[in-house]
């Protein structure tokens, strides 16, 4: 079979960006070590940015994006592989400028593959995709540096979104007092159900008085959002706070001032899951499929087609997204 089914985003010479369902052919794949049979992806903020054109994500189109993967070696010239085995791709290149898993196939690097850990069902692994990764990571650096639940609240923020559903799961399950900040007054029971045991609103966390600092309260925060609520947090960290950020869907900006790290000794950690060491990749899917997996990870996903996936990237885009979205490859998956 030389022709598969792919989401593609193609530029028209306006300049507009067009979604179509399309027939690609595998011979036009970049080259690769791991021709993967994709079964499922999943949609992430990167993705929907990708979809509409954003060149900071995808330069070169038509393109298909789709920076998660799991599905089957069918050829493979690497050592660590062999044809049938269950693969796990995210990051690296993929879905940015490499053909991503919004295609029922992927032709990849090994190194950018791992193997599917033993106990994550392949719709487990793209609940967690990137977005897991990352909440894991971002926890991972918290506990390194010596975050423990005794120590006070971690907050974390964009909480209903795809990285901080499971960053609350995650720490809810290691024992953490989670408050969660959210905008959608609508999903209070979610995220309750989910574990968080106090909820804010984000204007709760806006501060705009030129305050350097404000009340202690937090010892620990995983931040989705950047901005002035990443601000806000900086300034209300207890006393050697540590603080992980991975986003910007609020504002890249972040105007702050030197005060909260020189008086109050807080830590603030970059996270980033596309390049991270494969060692570290590898230490942080073994927990998240032991020790770290969510309860119940169904609960907070829905499983779409390829032909839903517009609808999907819109919401997202409107910070609309509740949890995580699975996008399922052929109907035989
Ligand atoms: N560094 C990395 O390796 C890495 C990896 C994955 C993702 N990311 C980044 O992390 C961010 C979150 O990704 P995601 O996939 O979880 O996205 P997502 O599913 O769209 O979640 C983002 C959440 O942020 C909140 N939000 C939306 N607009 C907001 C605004 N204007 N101000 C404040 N909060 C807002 C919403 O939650 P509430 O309504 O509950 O507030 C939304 O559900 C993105 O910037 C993404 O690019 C980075």
Redesign the pocket.
């Given at each position: 079979m030389s022709k598969f089914k792919a989401f593609l985003v193609t530029e028209n010479e306006n300049k507009d960006f067009q979604q179509d369902i399309v027939e690609r052919n595998i011979d036009d794949l970049p080259i690769g070590e791991l021709l993967v049979r994709v079964k499922y992806s999943s949609?992430?903020?990167?993705d929907?940015?990708s979809s509409i054109g954003n060149k900071g994500v995808s330069r070169n189109f038509p393109h298909t994006p789709g920076?998660d993967a799991f599905g089957i070696v069918e050829i493979c010239s690497a050592e660590d592989f062999k044809p049938g085995d269950q693969v796990l791709i995210t990051?690296f290149d993929l879905g940015m400028n490499t053909s991503g898993g919004f295609g029922e196939y992927i032709r990849i690097p090994a190194k950018w593959a791992i193997k599917l850990p033993q106990n994550l069902t392949p719709t487990e692994s793209m609940i967690l995709g990137?977005?897991g990764?990352?909440a894991g990571?971002c926890i991972d650096k918290l506990i390194e540096n010596g975050s423990k639940p005794e120590n006070g609240k971690v907050i974390v923020?964009?909480?209903?979104?795809?990285?901080?559903?499971?960053a609350v799961m995650i720490l809810a399950k290691l024992g953490y007092h989670v408050v969660?900040?959210?905008?959608?007054k609508h999903?209070h029971e979610f995220?309750y159900g989910i574990g968080a045991k106090e909820i804010i609103s984000?204007d709760e966390v806006s501060d705009n008085s030129s305050k350097p600092l404000l009340k202690g309260i937090y010892a620990a925060c995983v931040d989705?959002?950047?901005?002035n609520?990443l601000t806000t947090i900086l300034k209300s960290m207890q006393y050697n706070g540590l603080v992980s950020?991975?986003?910007?869907?609020?504002?890249p900006e972040l105007h702050t001032s030197v005060f909260p790290f020189i008086l109050r000794g807080i830590s603030l950690f970059?996270?980033?899951?596309?390049e991270?060491s494969l060692e570290w990749r590898k230490k942080v899917w073994q927990k998240l499929s032991e020790e770290w997996k969510p309860d119940h990870l169904e609960s907070i996903s829905k499983i779409i087609a390829l032909e839903e996936l517009p609808q999907e990237i819109n919401k997202?885009?409107?910070?609309?997204?509740?949890?995580?979205t699975v996008v399922k490859l052929s109907s035989e998956a």
């Open positions: 949609l992430n903020y990167k929907a940015l920076i990051g990137t977005a990764l990352t990571l923020t964009g909480a209903t979104g795809g990285v901080g559903t499971l969660a900040v959210s905008g959608k999903a995220l984000r989705t959002v950047g901005g609520i950020i991975c986003g910007l869907v609020q504002s970059g996270i980033d899951s596309s991270c997202i885009l409107k910070g609309e997204q509740i949890g995580r």
